[in-house]
């Protein structure tokens, strides 16, 4: 593979968030939900809870934990460049900033070609 | 007509300002005593507190669900499907108090759950009460004296999350079927939207016996996994995104039982040219079908989100649609006038803003809307966003990812061929539509179209009698209609041998 996955950054904000939940849950990992509900939203989980597949995809690191999207969704993301947010809000999935009253949100732009 | 807020003087419900985890018949504190806050998204302010659960907790559901189900697995189809009915008939009876809660909770007008929401929730338990009286075994004759007998079985306890967009109906998607084939249920609301379902089981509650029904509410990863990894639930029954869909998979190969997942979708709405050969009723259906993506502001599994409209109509269909799209009423979720409310948390809304963000980005055209609304009279901090048309190309991320909000991407198909191919271009397969007056064109369409259900001149129907589920990576199983039964049942075989003489092995 020739081309690096577009990179995956982090607002200051999410970063704090990152540290705080390391605090309480110890090393952490991040995978890109797609699909409905609380889909196209990024999810954090203790590191190694999810079981990641030969077909993931690391798109970098944020705050010291991997950061993944599936290889299919990448495929159909890959042009963009991801930035790792946090908004206030209420739960999604398994991820482990619900119960903080916030939730970690994904900003994208379009790569420079 | 506007009902008046929950709460408030001549409203329809008022709200306790704690909720407790509904457990054995009874509402049980949390055992560690803690609460989380509700807000309603039409205000955005906090209404009640609910039971911040954790594994403690879902033992205690497993506790009572496991010491009410074999006795519940062995009651008679017949009483079984009387309870179920006595469900629904209260249900009815209370269908206003339920259906403010539900807009209340969730955000979505209060039209949608009057009219769709609760009627179907009713109704999903009735139909289930209907199956499970005409379920029946096989046998077969294998020989002059073998009998295969294949009975069905109940699973035993079942696991089960509920998203937040029909936070009733999808958990009456789940829990009838379960209950008519004999399950005890241990169920978790989602955190955005537990309030309805306890209102819910308070009605309810004397009418089924106590561990049948539990439901304990919490966080995802505080609550819903020690559910979904407990080596004590027989099967998991989950509503929402890829990611959590394949954890709650990973979950379930620890303890080796079956799942079904409903995950979503990018779901196509496909627009051919005969559809306004004249000015007609089907005219106007088909520019209705295409508005459709503003129902329960987006936040629908099957949103057709991507309209693709063949090119020799393009310009005059999206004219038309676009026209329509403009008059969408959009308001207090309470008015029986408001066609689309407020989406259902803070989180939610920020979602689908940065996805208006990277649409613009990516070059795509904002043909109307684009904007979060801020409306007057204390729905200033609710959750709004203007119906959204977006014009682009099927490659860009909004053709691509569900945004769940009322957001369509529009883009123009060159012949039939390509319009099959860019339905199918997407990870998902949950909905389709297919609008056209050449029933040919319509057949061929819904046949190749790979998803779980075409609607065909129609959209957004969900009756139980039809079958819901995914192709792709839109989930494992299918919801609603009979054979929804399988999915909560063993079959036993009972192979009996009627000859009474050895057979002569040894």
């Given at each position: 593979m020739t081309e690096s996955p577009p990179a995956i950054s982090a607002t200051p904000a999410a970063l704090a968030l990152i540290a705080a939940l390391e605090q309480q849950h110890g090393p952490l990992m991040f995978h890109q939900s797609g699909g409905c509900c609380d889909g196209s939203a990024p999810m954090c989980y203790p590191a190694g809870e999810f079981k990641i597949g030969a077909r993931d995809v690391l798109l970098g690191q944020v705050g010291g934990a991997p950061f993944y999207i599936g290889g299919d969704q990448y495929e159909r993301w890959r042009h963009t460049r991801l930035t790792l947010d946090v908004v206030r809000g209420r739960g999604s999935g398994f991820s482990l900033e619900a119960p903080e009253g916030v939730r970690f949100l994904i900003r994208s732009d379009v790569?420079?070609? | 007509m506007r009902y008046a807020r929950p709460n408030t003087p001549g409203a329809k419900i008022s709200y306790e300002s704690r909720y407790d985890n509904f457990i054995g018949g009874e509402f049980v504190a949390p055992v560690k005593g803690r609460y989380f806050e509700n807000p309603s998204p039409v205000t955005g302010q906090t209404f009640c507190e609910v039971a911040r659960s954790d594994e403690a907790d879902i033992e205690l559901a497993l506790n009572?669900?496991?010491?009410?189900?074999?006795?519940?697995?062995?009651?008679?189809?017949?009483?079984?499907?009387?309870?179920?009915?006595?469900?629904?008939d209260v249900m009815e009876a209370h269908l206003e108090e339920l259906a403010v809660s539900e807009t209340w909770d969730n955000g979505k007008p209060i039209r949608e759950t009057l009219a769709a929401d609760l009627p179907l929730a009713i109704d999903h338990f009735r139909y289930f009460a209907g199956c499970i009286r005409a379920e029946e075994g096989t046998l077969?004759?294998?020989?002059?004296?073998?009998?295969?007998?294949?009975?069905?079985?109940?699973?035993?306890?079942?696991?089960?999350?509920?998203?937040?967009?029909?936070?009733?109906?999808?958990?009456?998607?789940?829990?009838?079927?379960?209950l008519a084939a004999g399950n005890c249920v241990v169920l978790k609301p989602a955190e955005q939207t537990p309030a309805t379902i306890l209102l819910w089981a308070k009605l309810i509650g004397s009418i089924l016996p106590p561990g049948v029904v539990n439901i304990v509410n919490g966080f995802g990863f505080e609550a819903g996994k020690p559910l979904a990894q407990s080596p004590r639930v027989a099967k998991v029954a989950f509503t929402g995104e890829t990611t959590t869909g394949r954890l709650i998979m990973q979950y379930a190969s620890e303890n080796i039982i079956p799942v079904t997942l409903e995950l979503g979708g990018k779901s196509p709405n496909l627009f051919f040219a005969d559809i306004l050969d004249h000015d007609d009723d089907f005219r106007q259906k088909a520019l209705e079908g295409f508005a459709m993506f503003a129902l329960n502001q987006g936040e629908v599994c099957t949103c057709p989100s991507r309209a693709l409209v063949d090119k020799k109509i393009y310009g005059s269909f999206l004219e038309l649609a676009t026209e329509r799209t403009r008059r969408i009423v959009?308001?207090?979720?309470?008015d029986t006038g408001t066609m689309i409310g407020?989406?259902?948390?803070?989180?939610?809304?920020?979602?689908?803003?940065?996805y208006i963000d990277i649409?613009?980005?990516?070059?795509?055209?904002?043909?109307?809307?684009?904007?979060?609304?801020?409306?007057?009279?204390?729905?200033?901090?609710?959750?709004?966003?203007?119906?959204?048309?977006?014009?682009?190309?099927?490659?860009?991320?909004?053709?691509?990812?569900?945004?769940?909000?009322?957001?369509?991407?529009?883009?123009s198909f060159d012949g039939f061929d390509d319009a099959i191919a860019q339905a199918n271009d997407t990870l998902y397969g949950l909905g389709a539509g297919v609008w056209t007056r050449d029933v040919h064109t319509a057949f061929r369409a819904g046949r190749n179209i790979a998803a779980g259900r075409v609607w065909t001149n129609c959209y957004h129907l969900y009756p139980a009698h039809a079958a819901f589920g995914g192709y792709k990576q839109s989930g494992i199983g299918r919801e609603t209609h009979r054979m929804m039964l399988n999915h909560y049942q063993q079959t036993k075989n009972l192979l009996v041998s009627y000859d009474p003489k050895p057979m002569g092995f040894f």
């Open positions: 790569c420079a070609v | 009572a669900a496991h010491g009410a189900k074999d006795r519940w697995g062995k009651t008679p189809a017949a009483e079984r499907a009387r309870l179920l009915n006595k469900v629904a077969a004759e294998l020989d002059e004296h073998t009998v295969s007998y294949h009975l069905k079985e109940p699973l035993g306890v079942v696991g089960q999350i509920i998203p937040w967009n029909f936070p009733l109906l999808m958990a009456a998607w789940k829990l009838a079927p379960a959009q308001g207090d979720p309470l407020a989406q259902a948390s803070n989180d939610q809304l920020e979602k689908i803003l940065s649409g613009k980005k990516e070059g795509a055209r904002v043909r109307t809307g684009g904007e979060r609304v801020r409306l007057g009279d204390g729905l200033e901090n609710g959750y709004y966003v203007a119906p959204t048309i977006f014009e682009g190309h099927n490659k860009m991320r909004i053709f691509q990812e569900e945004i769940f909000g009322p957001v369509v991407s529009v883009a």
